[in-house]
């Protein structure tokens, strides 16, 4: 759609007051207003603020090549950096407390309180911000591929980067679509070139980034990373499908076999083969980080993907490397000054560096991205450095809660003096900065539809074998591991003998075509002898319990035992 200068009188708002925006909104639904007239009136524009409603990419190339730093590379994306910030801040997210829905809201270090008085004047301050701009940017779409769930999403933001990482990562509506969207569910007002105010009560940083339940409105001040807007959608979606629509939502990636049409979720923190391993030829992609599983199925939630950039090759992810062109957002990349070539080693900005694209970028994705039938394996992914966990475990539904709640993995010891072990990372449900439930919650959900639905679940460990990263191990062979993602896809698996592995209690396979037996269990190919081993899995059951000790009180026994037996 054409940019287009908004010259419709329309009485402009003298105050960010809640009542007389209802009154406004209110009115301008009786009249059938055009998007861009629902904006100017929300947020008290001037007439003569031009507003770029669902522009096409090549206008938000021109407006984007206006901001600072931003150009374009070798392969067509547009490059731009997020400032100062350059992930999110998860210690500046906080959700209003108040009566629709705080006491569904799992509230402590991740959820963190936040008084609707405050709220208020974060939402001015940041309205103020936007009032002042002489060009906004205006992206209407959708979260969530099946429509009978979708949510209408509006971000109104100040950078064209910003709206065309949006136009990328939500679902674009057709023409048809955009010209009947109405209202929207959720609006992000986006102000991040703009601090918040340190004085403000609750406030710990110039960084603020805030979500109203009731009003359905986040608003962002004082970091310009495009992933806040994202992940606060994610959020968004992990409170409304449970409570809304007893839907569950997942940070997974997720795949269908092309000739059986079934559907593997694969769960996975960073560096665990997450997206590696759903990228599979034989395999239709369904989405790579955020899905729900309906009563119909699994549909993505995104119309985009935001790749991990750093150390990328088209040798390793050919698909990933060749969907950054022209559309495509590269953020905080170092490149070539006079060739504009992307030196994707470099992380002299971050090692956060990331490309946006839309799905239909990668040659394998289904369009679109909703599978009609339910999951037939799930996939719990873990790297674990201390080379302790078996390199697949068929689970129990009581070893799923246990695991999914945990969810754990390991970083390698780092180069600061005194640090020799591995480190040990737990993130409930594979995605704690994003819930809004308690995890119980959500791992009973995923346990019912297991049941309901027959689906098989797997610890797959991708990490260490015969002994642990700081002692000599080797990683788990890549070709092994596929060669049980296989099996697994196969039905072979399934089918396997099984032998029970120490402390963990889990269900080991005696063999698996194309993976050398003394691998399948660590307690064969520990390199250390038995008494070295037998401590270093001790060690590792003993986090697992201190970790689980916060979420015992809303634990079954049955998910209780699940755990290790120290």
């Not at 901001?67 to 801040?89: C, D, N, P, V, Y």
């Not at 629509?245 to 990636?253: E, R």
């Not at 099984?498 to 209690?505: I, P, R």
Request: glycine share 8%; net charge negative.
């Amino acid at each position: 759609m054409a940019p287009t200068a908004v010259q419709t009188p329309v009485a402009a708002a003298t105050s960010t007051n809640n009542a007389q925006i209802d009154a406004i909104k209110a009115q301008l639904k009786s009249n059938k207003t055009t998007p861009s007239q629902q904006v100017i009136a929300s947020l008290g524009l001037s007439q003569e603020t031009i507003i770029r409603h669902n522009s096409a990419v090549p206008t938000l190339y021109e407006d984007g090549l206006l901001e600072k730093g931003t150009t374009i590379s070798s392969t067509g994306a547009l490059m731009a950096f997020s400032g100062k910030k350059t992930g999110r801040s998860p210690k500046d997210k906080r959700i209003v407390d108040e009566e629709t829905s705080t006491n569904d809201i799992w509230w402590g270090p991740v959820n963190k309180k936040l008084d609707e008085h405050i709220w208020l004047i974060s939402r001015a301050r940041a309205v103020d911000y936007l009032r002042t701009r002489e060009k906004l940017y205006v992206v209407d779409a959708y979260a969530g591929w099946d429509p009978r769930y979708r949510i209408k999403v509006r971000i109104v933001c100040a950078r064209a980067y910003h709206a065309l990482f949006m136009k990328n990562m939500l679902i674009r509506p057709t023409d048809e679509e955009l010209a009947n969207f109405g209202d929207p569910d959720f609006t992000i007002y986006n102000a991040g070139q703009f601090p918040a105010n340190v004085h403000t009560t609750g406030m710990t940083s110039s960084t603020s980034v805030e979500i109203n339940l009731k009003a359905m409105e986040m608003v962002i001040l004082g970091t310009e990373y495009a992933g806040e807007m994202k992940k606060g959608i994610f959020t968004l979606m992990y409170y409304l499908m449970p409570i809304r629509h007893k839907i569950l939502t997942l940070h997974s990636s997720a795949n269908q076999g092309v000739q059986n049409g079934d559907v593997t979720l694969f769960f996975g923190l960073s560096g665990t083969g997450k997206t590696t391993l759903s990228a599979d030829p034989n395999r239709k992609l369904i989405g790579d980080d955020e899905h729900c599983w309906s009563d119909n199925g699994v549909f993505n939630i995104e119309g985009g993907c935001y790749a991990k950039c750093l150390d990328l090759s088209e040798e390793k992810e050919p698909e990933i490397f060749n969907a950054i062109k022209f559309g495509s957002v590269l953020e905080n990349v170092i490149y070539d000054k006079e060739t504009r070539v992307v030196d994707y080693e470099d992380s002299a900005i971050t090692e956060n560096t990331r490309c946006a694209y839309p799905i239909e970028y990668i040659p394998s994705a289904l369009i679109p991205c909703i599978a009609d039938s339910h999951p037939k394996n799930i996939i719990l992914l873990t790297c674990d450095a201390r080379g302790v966990l078996p390199p697949v475990s068929k689970l129990t539904n009581a070893q799923v809660m246990y695991h999914f709640i945990s969810g754990y993995t390991s970083k390698m010891a780092g180069t600061e003096e005194g640090v020799t072990e591995p480190e040990a990372t737990f993130s409930a449900c594979f995605g704690q900065p994003f819930l809004v439930l308690h995890p119980m919650r959500y791992a009973q959900q995923l346990s019912d539809k297991m049941t309901q639905h027959n689906a098989t679940a797997w610890l797959l460990n991708t990490g260490w074998t015969g002994s642990s990263a700081a002692t000599g191990g080797k990683r788990c062979p890549l070709k092994y591991t596929r060669a049980i993602l296989d099996s697994i896809h196969n039905g072979t698996l399934a089918n396997a003998e099984f032998e029970t592995f120490e402390t963990f209690g889990l269900n080991v396979p005696k063999a698996i075509e194309g993976v050398p037996s003394e691998l399948l269990n660590p307690a064969k190919s520990w390199s250390q002898g038995s008494e070295s081993f037998q401590k270093e899995v001790k060690t590792l059951g003993g986090l697992f319990a201190e970790n689980f000790k916060k979420y015992e009180s809303e634990a079954t026994a049955e998910v209780k035992a699940a755990g290790p037996a120290l």
